[in-house]
């Protein structure tokens, strides 16, 4: 039976009331809006990239407990990582929180993203747990093009 | 005693006109109220706005026609045909008879109170609407009264204006008259807020619409299923609802609308049934409401919403509505205690839902982990984003009740709030 410390975590909560990173970014290379119109959860997102590697991102917004955490945790997980690194972790989330109950994870390239993992048991919770997930992968295309550009 | 007695006591609790309400025999007729949702918590359903649920005699009504009564209506030489058209027409008068509205031809079975708007809208606006002219509508409007109108501006040129509303959720209609300028070509509606609860004035509407000659679509998804309504004495010029808000399927609903303003329509669909003669040159139409039930109908959904009709008619009505009336008031009031909670929609005039947010907890979470509590509501923005962004708020909490709801069930609320504001603040 699915219960509710298994989705609301105490890292998700705390990160959910005091989430990290949240502020604009007026140079920012490039940014991406997300919103997930089922429950009004809206986000934007900064990303600052610079030889293939994410320097830097924030994030500005409103939304429930879980993308509100899962937008500030993600912050953390992928500073500094390369752009393929990041996209590896999104990967292995997505495949957490769309997955059964008790699948087996890889704890060493999700670190503490493991607390998402009760999410799969609330299937109306998916969409506000990858909102920022896919918020990103929208700002990094966007990032892709203008670095061919230049 | 019989047995014969005792069955007939247990299935139709309505039987008796005299019977008053008793919510304890009602809920006896929706199996589906009586089940563990979550190990431990029994089911508490407020979610009744989006969909009711459906009694047992209308369950059976499906399983008897399709046992019994099955084949294509309005075509067949042979008795089975005969018995099902029989039936469909029947629910036709059921309705009828409902809304009181003077002639059976009047009543078009539809899918829903969506496709009844779009019928409209592409039956009489687009037959009748030039560019410029003026559809008003209210800022209080689920999306299917939106939508379809600006499909139209799109298309024709029209303009949309917007009956505004106060900060209680109520119409300001002192600007009403303003917007009904001699451009002004319909007026639609909601008659009970989906998101606010609020039951607006529609008498004081279609008289000031008609006082200058236009004509008013009602919205009646959220009130057909709490109070009676009398189309011919509201004089609405149309009247649409979806059939499983009212205790009946999915994929059945009603468009009402005034026979000279159906004959005036042109057809929805082309097809089968709709048609009078076919030729490669030309076709002649059907009659109303043929003419806009091309194809084959939804058979068994209209018969069992004749059903559904007829079970909630049999009802002692005054009681269902004290009931319901006590049940809104007991919810707000109960509500208002918890600490944190503001109702949004605090009109004078409401039916059936409260629509809430708390402090520092978003509606989604609020709506997780009440599920969990064995509490079902919706949260989001019910398909009403113009009342959201009215009260500046992403989403609400929604708790809408049915007359099957119970004031335990109201406890059962207020006692998964307090968890929320546990886990959350
Ligand atoms: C006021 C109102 N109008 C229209 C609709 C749309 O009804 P349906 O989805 O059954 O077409 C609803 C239901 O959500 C409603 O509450």
Redesign the interface.
Known sequence: ????RD??QEVI?DHSKKPRNYRRMEDSCSRAEGFN??????LVLFVKVASGIIQDISFEG?????SKASASMMTGAVKGKTLEEADRVFEHFHKMVTGQPGDPFDAEILGKLAVFSGVCE?P??VK?ASLAWHTLKAALKGEGQQVTTE | MSTLVKASAASAPGADPAAPFDVERVRKDFPILDQEI??GKHLVYLDNAATSQKPQVVMDALGRYYGADNANVHRGVHRLSERATEAYEGARRRIRQFLNAGEDREIVFVRGTTEAINLVAHGWGRRFFKAGDRVVVSEMEHHSNIVPWQMLRDELGIELAVIPMDDEGQLELEGLEELLTARTKLVSVVHVSNALGTVNPVERIVQLAHARGVPVLLDGAQAVPHIGVDVRALDADFYVFSGHKLFGPTGIGVLYGKAERLEAMQPYQGGGDMIRSVTFEKTTYNVIPYKFEAGTPHISGAIALGEAIEWFRALDLAGVEAHERALLELATRRLREVPGVRIVGTAREKLGVVSFVMEG?????I???LD?EGVAIR???HCAQPV?QHFKV??TARASFALYNTASEIDALVAALA?VRE??C
Not at chain 2, 361 to 365: A, G, L
């Open positions: 039976m699915s219960d509710l989705l609301y909560l119109p089922l429950c009004g959860d809206q409103s939304g429930c407990a879980i609330f109306a919770r506000c | 979550h190990h907890v978003h509606p989604h979470d709506g997780t982990v969990l949260t989001g923005h959201m992403p989403a968890k886990v959350f």
